[in-house]
């Protein structure tokens, strides 16, 4: 289904409330309420809405399975000083990278589902509320008997992080049990994006699952700690279509350095030949490689217009990719799209921006 920027938009107001009417949409997105309605009009003949109330059809659809927790942001006023006190402020907003991916998806406009664990606590319940009221589906979303998972950073005056601490104990026990019950919502889903936050042995049941159904799998590796394990996973009978490692991230994935781009280069293909059709390597203020079946391709950073904080970046990176890509982009073009989305974030204060959309990425890619 191909929608305009401006359907798309509609689309994604209508996943947050489908009770809207047209003049609530037109005063969100700064147009007028005739306008609104050829929209409408247009969207209800391509089937993407179904009728007034307004019902949404079906499209292509992602299942984020990952970690929900909890962010908490401490940063400093001035230049950090280890060992002290240091003056600054605090946030704290619903996070966790499969949670971020799912909500950044749900912003532009895709279809998403987020299969995770919070705890039965009020913490808990903030972190639902806040996702589901940007539009994703928390049906499959577990309460956990403990609490629910916080990740504090604290970050330097101009927004790079000096320390982080995850305590995720809710997220870290999501087994195969939890995954199976999502059973028939990733079967039928057009990607499955998994976070390396979870164990090995759920990873690889989702892996299975999806390999069964024949759902394509991103895996993001989250950390270089994070990556090592995921090693024992990889294996051409439950192929990998993307994954997304820094170049720390990738020379975990090989055990070995990767210090120069023959090296990385090296890594790759190592790793296809063991099951990932595409890698992703971030490379920072580089930008990224696109390397697959199709040959390698370098790609720019979008600069930001400032940095205000670099947390949730790489997961907005990721939505962006999944969200071009099923609009029916080519891999190289979206990932262009994706940088630009992580411009965005970090010229934010957000993790998540809120006022996200399709239009206002491609404004600056």
Known sequence: MNLTERESEIVALLRRNPLLDSAAIAATLGTTRAAVNVHLSNLGKKGAILGRGYVLGEGPSVVVLGGANMDIKATSAKAAQPGTSNPGTTTFAAGGVG???????????????????VGADPLGDQVLAATSDAGVNVEYVQRSPHGTGTYTAVL?????????????????????????AARDLIATASLLVLDGNLTVDTLGYALDLAAAADVPVILEPV??????????????????????????????LVGRDVATDAEVAAAVEELRERGVTHLWVRLGERGSWWCGPEGTTELAAVPATEVVDVTGAGDAMLAAFCHATL???????????????????VASTHTVRPDLTERLVRRIR
Not at 99 to 117: K, Q
Not at 334 to 345: D, G, I, S
């Open 99 to 117: 949670r971020n991916i799912a909500e950044n998806l749900a912003r532009l406009g895709t279809r998403t589902s987020l299969v995770a664990a």
């Open 156 to 180: 330097d005056a101009d927004g790079e992080l000096v320390i982080a601490v995850a305590a995720m104990r809710a997220t870290a026990e999501i087994g195969p049990g939890d995954v199976d």
């Open 223 to 252: 950390s270089a700690p994070k990556a090592e394990p995921l090693r024992a996973l990889l294996d051409p009978q439950r192929p990998i279509h993307v994954m997304t490692p820094n170049r720390d991230e990738l020379a975990a």
């Open 327 to 345: 609009a029916g982009e080519s891999n190289v073009d979206a990932a262009a799209f994706a940088h630009a989305a992580a411009a965005l974030t």
